[in-house]
């Protein structure tokens, strides 16, 4: 089942349920108000909301406009982040130096859940010089987790599958990184693409807790990597399983994987300008590719191995703020 | 003027008006529903805000119950907790052999805030020997901060004062530290005193931004320090201004002050156990204070220079989650 929210002048947004080649809708404000009311009686809900992707199924459908889709959260309580693909994490480690990565934790941070971008919102930057970059991820949304969730129960509250753009400002990012506190003023709202996607979805492609598509990033109309979801050193039940375990996950709380990146970066590419410095770096000693400039756009597209797009396409601009 | 959140069944809870006694109330629910919402409105509500806190100060208002106030924000979008006392610093510092503090930045770190705890609710941790602690500080709350919003005008967005333990789980806080993300399994909920506060109900209390009053920690009954909110390095309005650098501020933003440390510390004690064992180590080697037990208590209470206290009193006990 494809999930979206349509713009209706609320901050939550109309929640509407999608058909599988995006061209068809169906509100389902009278189930709930908005995703995130969804995702708070998820289990009583969701037989509704596939009954709803059945009358679409059966042509009953709206057509669908593009233009009006927000992110499918346009807020929520919590957004923690990972760093779960190793190849990131190493490669950073050593262009910039920084301490040896402990293997045995899955590395996660919180950031700003007040608002999400939509798919196509401009991206306001107060200063080109604040090394603006974009970062191609995965994310799962989950309803209620309690404290203290096993890894096998934590797959059991994925509920949603998205595809993530965490924006970054890499001038400030090692300045806050190396206080111990992570990240605020390198870290600003980040872009969703317009479909939330049930696990079952994805098909063969959820596996191992992991979204084992293709993610395509274009910057300013070239590619710049096509990287696959599937090599992170932690699952994502293993992720939410760690957020859990001195604390209950609210209903809503996204994970996010971190980048996405692959051993085989060189044919591959990266999901972000940074990964591709740190390669230049340990290659020449220097980087030579620049951060992003004001009316630059970046597109971010994950591909099924069948070739369909489930999360749709996010494709945006940075301007001035 | 003082603001509390009365339990209605609601995630929100019931915003009522509190007479400076703390004694008397009144619904504020056909103003705003609840605190949350009063701060999306404020600068038009506060003055039926002020008209009702005029009906109770005439003899007006309903008996106060203590036990059905929750924390004035049961939730938030966004709680950034800086650390702005320079001699908590410099003491973990010295002790834990961290990096030196940049003094030119605010420190800041985003956590939980889908839920804050009431001021007498327990506290639940899923292991005791995580390094239970608290961590007495003082916070502002703002309404909707503008991206770029300078250190003058970010003072204008403080609309409330409250009191805040910081609950922090040692065993974790330096592992996740050294990942330069931040903490996420180190920082559960916090808890917050009943009442939240306009500046100007401290008075002369409330200077160059700083919240100027002691703070008393008592621990299983035992006085365990006396500080006062004088000596942040930096003043809220700069640590308001830091976290609008990059983002829209949302309204109901609570920005924390970090664990209220003096420079007399030998003489006014400290506000959490890491700090005292830090002095500890510093002196004699090793530190000789256990952190909390369940079923250990701890008991906060802001205190004006007038002997007033202006946040009522977070007293609560730590349990097995």
New interface residues.
Partial sequence: MRLATRANGTPDGELIVVSGDATSCLSAADIAPNLLAALERWEALVPMLQARAELIQAGQGDPLDPATLRAPLP?S??W?DG?AFATHGELMQIAFG??P??RE?P?????????FLGPSDDV???DSA?GIDFEGEFGVIVDAVP??TSVADAAQHIRLIVQINDWS?RA?AP?E??????????K??CSVAPFAVTPDELGGDWRDGRVCCDLLVEWNGARFGLVNGDQMAFSFPELVA??A????L?AG?IIGSGTVSNREYAERGSACISERRAIEIIAEGNPRTAFMAFGDRVRIEGRASDGSTPFGTIDQRVVQ?
Avoid at 107 to 115: A, E, F, P, V
């Fill in positions: 807020r309580w919590q923690l760093s920084l301490d990565i402990d934790r590395l996660m941070y919180q950031g700003l859940s007040d608002r306001p930057v107060p604040l404290m203290g400002l400030i300045i990184m190396k206080t111990g506190f992570g990240w605020v003023q390198a600003p709202a760690h957020a375990r001195t604390r209950d609210v709380t703020a």
